[in-house]
């Protein structure tokens, strides 16, 4: 589900720049047919199913942060029976300002 790099950069921020969002939100997971989405900020370098991210389930809802397994959000099937996918058009954005902006219903 994600690559070496993407993989690599997220055991970087683990620790300290997680825990004050002072790192990139490096990837976004999401339901085709929902409004659900992912966005993953840290990977345990310890675990590399533990993961720390920005969960957002619809347009009224505000966001939370989260930590999650992998292997959870790739159990994930929607109605059609189609998994989570990986947004390969998102560009990596700062973690908090992600969060602000989607608390703030701006994205």
Known sequence: MLSHSQTEKLKANWGEKANSMACMAEVRLYDPLSLWECYIYALNPEDDDEIECIIKVGRNCRPTLEQWQLSHIQALFN???EGV????EYRPRRAAELFKKLNE???
Do not use: E, K, N
């Open 79 to 81: 109605a059609h029976g």
């Open 85 to 88: 996918q990986v947004d390969q």
């Open 105 to 107: 219903g701006i994205l």
